[in-house]
C-alpha cells in the first residue's frame, strides 16, 4: 500500500492521534542515538490514547504493514529503525500519569511517559523510580528493552519494577497482564514476556511500576585508580563485603579523559570509580568509612567525598552524558556502544581484554562499566562507511560477546538484540531460538511487529552493512 493511502485511511481511523509523512518527521523516526544506518518508514502515526494504538494496530495487521513502536529514540542497537518500513508508532502522546500511590510505593503511568517527568512527580511524594538509563528514555521504550542503568545492582532492572501492564496485540486485542499485587503465582508471566521483547510481540501503552523512597542520607565517594585492575578489585571487595552500595561506576582512563573534555569535570587522570551509598544517616557514615578503607587498600590515588544533594547531581548528570562525551571526542565519526554482562570475578578479565582488543585492532573508544553487577560497556568512535574499520569493529564485537559467553556471561546486560546483536544471540540460546521464534508467531503471525528485530531469518535483507 502506497504511503499516501496509509497516511490516509489512518488518518481517518485516529480518534486523538495524528499521521505525518512530513520529511522532519519521517527522518527522526528513522534512526536511533547508534551507527545503525538510518531507514526511513512510510508514515509516522502519533498515537494518544490506547484507542488510537489499537486501530493502528488493527489496520497494520489487516494490510500486513510493519507498525515499529517508537519512544524517545534513545535505543543502542538499532530498535526502532524502520528496516522493512511501514509505519512508526509514536508513543510519545500516551504521556499521562494516571496514579502515584505512596502508601504501596507503586505508580501507573502511560507509555510516553518519560524517566526525568516521572522524577519530578515522585520526588514531590518523596519517592523516585530506580531505573536510569542515561538517556532521558520513555517508560515503554525502556520496558520493552528491559533497561537498566546505575542501580541494578540493589534494586533489579525494569522486569522487577513491573507489576502489570497494558499492551496491544497485532490485530487489535488489548491485554492487561499483572496487578498491583506485590507478588502472583496466577499461571504464565506474559508481564515478564512482554518486558524485553523489543516491539516484536505488541505495542506497551501504561505500565504500573514499582516505586521507592527516597533514602534519608545518600553520599558518593570518588577514587581514582592508577589503573582499571585496581579499579575493579576494590568495586568487587565492595560487593563481597556485603555493602548493598546504591551505585558502584567504573570509567577507564579514556573515559575519564573524555568526559573532562566534554562536561569539565577536572578529575584526576586515571581510572575513576563512583560508589555511592544511600541510607538512615548513621548508617551512611559507616557504608562510607567502610567504603574508603577498601578503595584505600585497593590503591587508591585520590579520594573525595560528595554529601550535597545539588553536587551529587551533577556528577551523576555527567556519568550519563558519557555517551555524548564519547562522540565529542572525534566529531563526524558515529558512536557504537555495546555490552555484555559477566559474573563478578570475571570482570577484570573482560575489562582487560576489551582493552587489548580496541588497542591491538587499532580502534579509538573507551570502556565504562556497572562495576556491581559486571555489566561491561565499550564505546567505540567508527565510519560506517569504512568497511576496513567496521570489520575491525565487528572483530571486536565478536571477541567481547565470545569472551562473555565463555566466562558464564551474556551477550548483553541492558541495550539488548535489536538489530546489532542477532548473531550474538544466536551463539548464546541457539538451543531456544526455535522457541522464541514460536512464541513470536503466536504474538504476532502475520509478522507485522518490529521485523528485522532479535531474528536473523527476518533481517537478513534488512540489517545496515
Known amino acids: 500500500m502506497e504511503a499516501a493511502r496509509i497516511a490516509a485511511e489512518l488518518g481517518a481511523l485516529l480518534e486523538g492521534g495524528r499521521v505525518s509523512t512530513g520529511e522532519s518527521d519521517l527522518t527522526l523516526h528513522s534512526e536511533d542515538l547508534t551507527f545503525h544506518r538510518p531507514h526511513r518508514p512510510d508514515v509516522v502515526a502519533f498515537a494518544s490514547t490506547t484507542e488510537d494504538v489499537r486501530r493502528v494496530l488493527a489496520f497494520a495487521d489487516q494490510h500486513r504493514i510493519p507498525v515499529i513502536p517508537f519512544g524517545a529514540g534513545s535505543s543502542l542497537e538499532g530498535h526502532v529503525i524502520p528496516v522493512a518500513g511501514g509505519i512508526s508508532l509514536d508513543l510519545r502522546g500516551l504521556d499521562r500519569i494516571a496514579a502515584i500511590r505512596p502508601a504501596e510505593l507503586t505508580v501507573t503511568a502511560g507509555a510516553g511517559v518519560t524517566r526525568l517527568a516521572l522524577e519530578r512527580r515522585l520526588g514531590r511524594h518523596g519517592l523516585f523510580f530506580p531505573v536510569d538509563p542515561g538517556a532521558d528514555a520513555s517508560l515503554g521504550g525502556m520496558a520493552a528493552t528491559d533497561a537498566a542503568g546505575t542501580m541494578t545492582a540493589r534494586y533489579g532492572k525494569m522486569r522487577q519494577q513491573v507489576l502489570a501492564l497494558e499492551a496491544v496485540l497485532p490485530g487489535g ?27 516484536t510481540l505488541g505495542v506497551i501503552t501504561e505500565l504500573t511500576l514499582r516505586v521507592r523512597g527516597i533514602p534519608e542520607a545518600q553520599a558518593v565517594v570518588r577514587a581514582t585508580f592508577p589503573d582499571v585492575a585496581a579499579a575493579c578489585r576494590a568495586s568487587c571487595q565492595i560487593v563481597a563485603a556485603g555493602l548493598e552500595a546504591l551505585r558502584v561506576e567504573l570509567l577507564d582512563e579514556w573515559e575519564v579523559a573524555a568526559l573532562n573534555a566534554y562536561a569539565e569535570t577536572g578529575f584526576p587522570p586515571g581510572a575513576l570509580l563512583f560508589v555511592e551509598v544511600a541510607g538512615s544517616a548513621a548508617g551512611v557514615e559507616d557504608e562510607l568509612a567502610e567504603v574508603t578503607a577498601i578503595v584505600g587498600e585497593a590503591g587508591a590515588t585520590t579520594m573525595a567525598y560528595e554529601r550535597d544533594p545539588t553536587r551529587r547531581a551533577q556528577l551523576w548528570r555527567a556519568r550519563h552524558e558519557i555517551f555524548f562525551a564519547e562522540k565529542a571526542m572525534a566529531p563526524g565519526k558515529s558512536s557504537l556502544s555495546t555490552d555484555v554482562c559477566v559474573p563478578l570475578e570475571e570482570l577484570e578479565g573482560v575489562l582487560a581484554g576489551s582493552r587489548a582488543a580496541i ?107
Open 173 to 199: 486485542q488489548v491485554i492487561r497482564t499483572g496487578s498491583r499485587a506485590a507478588k502472583t503465582s496466577a499461571g504464565y508471566d506474559t508481564t515478564g514476556l512482554l518486558v524485553g521483547s523489543e516491539g
Open 359 to 465: 588497542e591491538g585492532l587499532g580502534l579509538t573508544g573507551g570502556i565504562s562499566a556497572h562495576a556491581a553487577d559486571g555489566n561491561v560497556h565499550v564505546g567505540l568512535l567508527v565510519d560506517p562507511d569504512d568497511a576496513e574499520e567496521m570489520g575491525r569493529v565487528a572483530r571486536l564485537t565478536t571477541e567481547l560477546v565470545d569472551h562473555a559467553l565463555a566466562h558464564g556471561g551474556t551477550c548483553s546486560g541492558e541495550h539488548g538484540i535489536g538489530l546489532g546483536k542477532i548473531g550474538a544471540l544466536e551463539r548464546e540460546h541457539g538451543d531456544q531460538i526455535e522457541l522464541m521464534r514460536s512464541i513470536k508467531a503466536t504474538f504476532d503471525p502475520h509478522g507485522v511487529m518490529n521485523p528485522g528485530k532479535i531474528f536473523s531469518e527476518e533481517a537478513a535483507d534488512a540489517r545496515p552493512a
